[in-house]
């Protein structure tokens, strides 16, 4: 949704959260990651929110992972060979990574290439053939409508 903001422009957290149907605390938690990561700013004031910190095609789909999951690998291997009754009490024995997790490795490194490869903007490109033209058309109006009544909420009252 923030890629198609333009420049001057951001959304509040609460909009975001609405949008997506998440609430707002733990959206909020996701987004201020991401303005540490410098992948969103965020903006003060009555016009403010969070916006891309930088063009949507400078950023990977691995900066905002990294940014929300941190950098720890998915997979951390315990060694169980040298647990129960085969395990060996030799070191040398264990030099060779085990195959589980080098498969495991190499499906992280790949997986990670591909996020970096693939960039937020490469995202917004492919919506039109990926969404139907509907959800396309209410999503840009709910986001001219929360652009244009950021102080409102969905029922037409003020918002607190």
């Known amino acids: 949704m923030l ?9 509040p957290a609460a909009k975001l959260a609405e949008y997506h149907g998440v609430p707002a605390p733990y959206l909020t938690k ?13 903006v003060a004031g009555p016009r403010g929110g969070f916006r ?17 999951d941190g ?9 169980i060979r040298r ?17 589980i997790a080098a498969a495991m490795w ?3 490194a790949a997986w990670r290439t591909e996020l970096s490869a693939t960039s937020l903007a490469d995202i917004a490109a492919s919506l039109a053939s990926a969404v139907h033209p509907q959800q396309l058309e209410r999503a840009a109006a709910w986001l001219d409508d929360a652009l244009t009544n950021r102080g409102r909420t969905r029922s037409g009252g003020a918002s607190s």
Do not use: K, N
Request: hydrophobic share 45%; aromatic share 6%.
């Open 3 to 11: 890629s198609f903001l333009g420049p001057d422009q951001a959304l």
């Open 30 to 42: 996701h987004l201020q990651a991401m303005v540490q990561a410098g992948v969103c700013a965020s």
């Open 52 to 68: 891309l910190a930088r063009p949507a095609s400078d950023i990977s789909l691995l900066d905002i992972t990294l940014a929300v």
């Open 71 to 79: 950098d720890s690998y998915a997979f951390a291997c315990s060694e």
């Open 83 to 99: 647990r129960g009754p085969a395990a060996l009490d030799d070191p040398a024995c264990y030099r060779e990574t085990c195959g």
């Open 106 to 108: 190499r499906a992280e």
